[in-house]
């Protein structure tokens, strides 16, 4: 059974890359995703970069879809990671339990990280004075844990949700397999 699940459209080497450092993953698409009958279990839930750009993903329709069983899920303990989304409209994380505004804008950035968080570690082995990101939270009531220097501001933030973690990153490289052996790590949580 998947400890942790990958949404999106189709397989592709994110996949790979989280199955090699947690075992296997499972590919959850947004047909699935939005079907009222589609139950999964699952430690982590993992949403690649591009999800709310049409060019690259059809997951934002589907995540609007499902928004009540995410909130469920964080709330029940579940741990979620969301990356960019690779847009610059407004709404394109109106379907979580947090407000915050994203600025889509690709460049590198001089970080600074929180070590106090368990989650500081998902850009350990980049270079932390040139970090790509594809952009940065403007608003957010989430801890910082992540800060870029150059724009003052974080590219990776940390939610509480009930029991759950959310977190929402802009760094636009693979999450370390430190980073991803601890959020596959806990019992699997209903989605």
Same mark, same amino acid.
């Given at each position: 059974?998947?400890?942790?699940?990958?949404? $999106?459209?189709?397989?592709?080497?994110?996949?790979?890359?989280?199955?090699?450092?947690?075992? &296997?993953?499972?590919?959850?698409? &947004?047909?699935?995703?939005?079907? @009222?009958?589609?139950? +999964?279990?699952?430690?982590?839930?993992?949403?690649?970069?591009?999800?709310?750009?049409?060019?690259?993903?059809?997951?934002? @329709?589907?995540?609007?879809?499902?928004?009540?069983?995410?909130?469920?899920?964080?709330?029940?303990?579940? #741990?979620?990671?969301?990356?960019?989304?690779?847009?610059? +409209?407004?709404?394109?994380?109106?379907?979580? @339990?947090?407000?915050?505004?994203?600025?889509?804008?690709?460049?590198?950035?001089?970080?600074?990280?929180?070590?106090?968080? @368990? $989650? +500081?570690?998902?850009?350990? !082995?980049?270079?932390?004075?040139?970090? &790509?990101?594809?952009? $940065?939270?403007?608003?957010?009531? !989430?801890?910082?844990?992540?800060?870029?220097?150059?724009?003052?501001?974080?590219?990776?933030?940390?939610? #509480?949700?009930?029991?759950?973690?959310?977190?929402?990153? +802009?760094?636009?490289?693979?999450?370390?397999?430190?980073?991803?052996?601890?959020?596959? #790590? !806990?019992? &699997?949580?209903?989605?």
């Amino acid at each position: 059974m998947s400890q942790t699940a990958v949404f $999106w459209d189709s397989e592709m080497m994110f996949h790979k890359v989280v199955e090699e450092a947690t075992g &296997p993953v499972e590919a959850v698409s &947004p047909l699935m995703l939005a079907a @009222p009958f589609f139950r +999964g279990s699952f430690a982590g839930v993992i949403i690649p970069t591009g999800f709310g750009n049409v060019q690259y993903s059809r997951m934002l @329709p589907a995540l609007r879809a499902c928004a009540s069983r995410i909130e469920e899920y964080l709330e029940a303990g579940g #741990k979620m990671l969301v990356f960019g989304a690779a847009d610059a +409209g407004p709404s394109r994380y109106d379907w979580l @339990p947090v407000e915050v505004s994203y600025h889509f804008e690709f460049m590198e950035h001089a970080t600074e990280t929180d070590t106090s968080s @368990p $989650w +500081g570690c998902l850009a350990d !082995g980049y270079n932390q004075e040139k970090l &790509p990101c594809d952009g $940065w939270f403007e608003k957010s009531d !989430g801890k910082a844990v992540i800060t870029s220097k150059t724009v003052n501001a974080p590219v990776l933030c940390e939610w #509480k949700i009930g029991e759950g973690t959310l977190l929402l990153a +802009g760094v636009h490289e693979y999450p370390s397999t430190a980073f991803l052996r601890e959020f596959a #790590k !806990g019992e &699997p949580v209903s989605f």
